[in-house]
């Protein structure tokens, strides 16, 4: 009988369809193939189809030298693809969001983009751009109506891009939604060295910067949620609460913002937090290394509160 241990891995680089991975102190190379073909990895370890760069990940050890992702944390199959309910009418409290970009910046991108364009939006969009009668602002306005840009947003120190608002549960029987991943991203930010103001955008995938209609998630798995502040005040605020052990200073420091952009939700959370480290349900503190999450277990968790402690201080 083979004996397999558990080892956790460090996502380091991704080229040439080869995942580079740190583990016992060694660097293993692993195909995409066999990284996906059977594990199903959550949306914190992952940057669009792919694991993220510096993401921490669970590997079973075969032998000296072969590792595989471990099945007990990822499992062996895939789930179906889920079917999602229309939220469309969740977006009339939602406030337009506007890019703050120049009339050539947008002009430069639908350039980019207009091959990709049906022919009927694409001569509308050069119509527009030739108008004699409209001002630069008009014709901005009208080309963000016609056209899905990607939003300018970039993950930093300071802000983070999330596709999904929920992680769901590992295990294809649990199909309830779970938001502690969102949670702990929130914790994260608050846990940075400095403790700056920080944004966590959700809704928008993280690799291509369009929108994941996060309306249509909210309306799959709470269809009795008629509006986004029930949704906020009954669902997102009372979980962040109780995952973080009712944290007042927290709670406090968060400001929730909702907006449509080209007919998709955006969750934007603004984070101004001052205080002693956050710490999630399970022992678990969040924080961030430049663009990326991690999260300090044990040992580590001991020295990461010590070391939060004294810049609070």
Known sequence: MNNYTKHIGIVTNYFDNKYSITVDNKTIHMPFEIMHKL??????????????????????????????????????????????????????????FK????????VSKFNTLMTTLPETTRMEALNTLMS???????????????????????DTA????????????????DDKPQIRETVESIAAMCNCSNQQTCQLVVGIN?????????QDEIATYYPQIATL???????????????????????SSLKYN??????????????????????????RLPYRCDSAKMVAEGADLVNMIKKLSKIAA
């Open 132 to 154: 004699m009668e409209l001002t630069e602002e008009l014709k901005q306005e009208k080309l963000a109506s016609m056209v899905d840009f990607p939003l300018d947003l970039e």
């Open 39 to 96: 594990s199903v990895f959550p949306p914190s370890v992952m940057d669009g189809d792919h694991l993220k760069i510096g993401a921490q990940i669970t590997l079973a050890k075969k032998d000296e030298r072969i590792f595989y992702p471990d099945r007990d944390t990822y499992g062996t199959t895939r789930q179906e693809t889920r079917s999602y309910t229309d939220g469309s009418y969740l977006l009339k409290d939602a406030k337009p």
């Open 206 to 214: 993280s690799k291509t910067n369009k929108t994941c209609k996060l």
């Open 258 to 283: 909702w907006y449509s952009y080209n007919g998709d939700l955006l969750l934007v959370i603004e984070i101004n937090y001052q205080g002693d480290p956050v710490i999630c349900k399970g022992g």
């Open 158 to 173: 300071t802000l983070e891009k999330k596709g999904s608002l929920f992680d769901l549960a590992k295990k294809s029987k």
């Open 229 to 251: 502040d029930q949704f906020q005040n009954t669902v997102l605020v009372p979980f962040i609460k109780s995952y973080t052990y009712d944290n007042p200073l927290l709670m």
């Open 99 to 106: 890019q703050d970009i120049s009339f050539q910046e947008m």
